[in-house]
């Protein structure tokens, strides 16, 4: 029965797409940690005795750079989780699931590169569009499951 | 298949409240945005150079406000929309249904109203009432998968 | 149909890991919030005019702590609770399904008690093992899905 569920076009789009959105988020979690160490800037006290290092409260820009990226995500990424399934199983057509999945993914991705690089105002219009895709979602599906 | 399950109650109340909680979600990150651009108060310095302006480290405790409101969203609304499922599959009952899922999307967004205009307590009761019924619900759920 | 759905061995699984994992995070407020109590630093103005205490903008590391612990469980669990759903779901195996998700669920119960209390290296060591055992159900997923 469960296979039978991923069967479904939407269904199966949403998977991917939503395996690929977690890929990204851990990505930023990697970037976070890999400039933590390069830049030698940490979070919690422990950190830094643990790197034989004393402790600092710098912060680093680019840092908290990808902490906004990162955060911006947990925003963004994590509702479109619990939406794009309702909209998937409220009866969404093939083209409307490619169209909502696929360009949310895209949108996401760059915006992560584009915030990553500083590059404005191209960074909001990979998070509107995102945002715009996530309330048609919504629209489309209580709308199905409503009327 | 996947009409069949959003036509049981519990779970296609269950979709009308997330979808909700997510638009509710949407709406702090608009007030935080036009809060931004009318308060003139940015995160990014590229941000700043894109409206022209010189790059300012301040705060603005209204800003700081909705930011805190989305965090707590994330919190506690995010965990619901996982628990919330698991409760409807396990057998909740109609009346358990409605009482969890209409309860926990009216306190949050009271919570969001009391929390953007400052009201205390009522902004921790409301944080209260949607901690309690997602506890009954991990509880409840726990119950029947286990037993 | 719904009953059908945890009656299988991954997604009952799941559904008790992700009632756990919850219950853990929502300790992690109460920590906060009992803390927050207990050295009367609050985040809004109007919670101290509540408590009958001047403002006050300092910041206190124990809640400092707690809330870092609880934005990694939500950088971290919440992905968890999107991704192990789609594991279960794309054929995974009761072995699979055991290991990932009762491993995934020490590690971050682990991962806040290191991190309450400071213990390094083993907060990264658990934090690494719940990113890896993230991924691999990613990767295992995708090819599932997509073979």
Not at 62 to 80: C, G, K, T
Not at 112 to 127: D, K, Q
Request: net charge positive; proline share 4%; charged share 15%.
């Amino acid at each position: 029965m469960q296979q039978e569920l991923l069967a479904s076009l939407p269904l199966r789009l949403y998977a991917i797409c939503a395996l690929l959105l977690a890929l990204k988020m851990m990505a930023v979690a990697l970037a976070t940690g890999s400039l933590r160490m390069r830049r030698r800037v940490f979070a919690s006290p422990e950190d830094y005795r643990f790197q034989g290092l004393d402790a600092s409260a710098q912060r680093d820009p680019a840092i908290e750079r990808a902490r906004r990226a990162h955060r911006n995500d947990l925003e963004n990424v994590l509702p479109f989780l619990a939406v794009a399934p309702l909209y998937a199983l409220s009866g969404a057509s093939d083209a409307g699931a490619w169209l909502c999945f696929a360009g949310f993914t895209t949108a996401r991705i760059l915006h992560t590169i584009f915030y990553l690089t500083g590059a404005m105002p191209h960074r909001t219009v990979a998070y509107a569009i995102g945002f715009f895709l996530t309330l048609w979602m919504i629209v489309s599906s209580a709308w199905s499951l409503l009327r």
